[in-house]
């Protein structure tokens, strides 16, 4: 059996990579999220298990002794970090793995395994990224313009990535996205069962 095909979205917080992702996982078959491990405050509504596995600085600083991680890092003042049991047996079972990981990550995982798919979602400009972060209302003011200023520096990182995509239109952005997954599927050799929806 093809092992699955490793998808990082990664891309400036705000830029609507969630949104896309969520999309992705109803519209497509054979794709699973992997579910990252963070030290950062549940926000409303996020499920423990399913958003984030949602742990102490000191749980996570075990994790990392414990070798767990496929790569962690400090994003906006908290530890994110990919733990190896949401991304190494679904590959090797045929399964598509979908990350949403910043671009420090992105860039760890992409010298460890390069055959991955990287893409990059950018917003159509930094007004609308900040009309975003503020319109989903989740963050503290000072954390919206500590991400702002980062991705000043994130977007500068987009050569780096397979495919970028500007997350303008949203319909228009997840089409992008499902017709990247399904063109490196193709590539791969893989079944066209994996494709549903649209
Ligand atoms: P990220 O995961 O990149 O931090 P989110 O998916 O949480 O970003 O999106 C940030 C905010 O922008 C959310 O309120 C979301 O509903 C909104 N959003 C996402 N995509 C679009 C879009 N194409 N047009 C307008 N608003 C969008
Ligand atoms: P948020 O706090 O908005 O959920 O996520 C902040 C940033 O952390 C986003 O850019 C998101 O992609 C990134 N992120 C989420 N999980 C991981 C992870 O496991 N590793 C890394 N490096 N970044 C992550």
Same mark, same amino acid.
Not at 42 to 50: F, H, N
Not at 56 to 84: L, Q, S, W
Not at 117 to 133: D, K, T, Y
């Given at each position: 059996m /093809?092992?699955?095909?490793?998808? =990082?979205?990664?891309?400036?917080?705000?830029?609507?990579k969630g949104t896309i992702v969520g999309r992705i996982l109803k519209e497509?078959?054979?794709?699973?999220?992997?579910? #990252?491990?963070?030290?950062?405050?549940?926000? $409303? +509504?996020? =499920?423990?298990?399913?958003?984030?596995?949602? =742990?102490?600085? $000191?749980?996570? /600083? /075990?994790?990392i002794e414990e070798d767990a991680f496929v790569e962690y890092a400090n994003v906006h003042g908290n530890y994110y970090g990919t733990p @190896? &049991? %949401?991304?190494?047996?679904?590959?090797?079972? +045929? !399964?598509?793995?979908?990350?949403d990981i910043d671009v420090q990550g992105a860039m760890n995982v992409k010298k460890q395994m390069p055959e991955g798919v990287f893409i990059f979602i950018s917003p159509p400009s930094m007004e609308e990224l900040r009309a975003r972060l503020e319109g989903r209302g989740k963050d &503290?003011? $000072?954390?919206? %313009?500590?991400?702002? @200023?980062n991705a000043?520096?994130? !977007? @500068?990182l987009i050569d780096e990535y397979d495919y970028h995509v500007v997350n303008d239109d949203l319909d228009t952005a997840?089409?992008? =996205? /499902?017709?990247?997954?399904?063109? $490196? %599927?193709?590539?791969?050799? #893989? &079944?066209?069962?994996?494709i549903s929806g649209n």
């Amino acid at each position: 059996m /093809k092992n699955g095909i490793l998808v =990082v979205i990664s891309g400036p917080s705000g830029a609507g990579k969630g949104t896309i992702v969520g999309r992705i996982l109803k519209e497509l078959d054979n794709i699973g999220f992997s579910t #990252s491990m963070t030290t950062r405050n549940p926000r $409303e +509504g996020e =499920v423990d298990g399913q958003d984030y596995f949602f =742990v102490t600085e $000191e749980e996570f /600083k /075990k994790a990392i002794e414990e070798d767990a991680f496929v790569e962690y890092a400090n994003v906006h003042g908290n530890y994110y970090g990919t733990p @190896k &049991s %949401e991304v190494a047996s679904r590959l090797g079972r +045929g !399964m598509n793995v979908l990350l949403d990981i910043d671009v420090q990550g992105a860039m760890n995982v992409k010298k460890q395994m390069p055959e991955g798919v990287f893409i990059f979602i950018s917003p159509p400009s930094m007004e609308e990224l900040r009309a975003r972060l503020e319109g989903r209302g989740k963050d &503290s003011t $000072e954390d919206i %313009e500590r991400r702002l @200023k980062n991705a000043e520096g994130e !977007m @500068k990182l987009i050569d780096e990535y397979d495919y970028h995509v500007v997350n303008d239109d949203l319909d228009t952005a997840v089409k992008k =996205v /499902k017709e990247i997954i399904i063109k $490196e %599927e193709i590539k791969e050799g #893989s &079944s066209h069962d994996a494709i549903s929806g649209n």
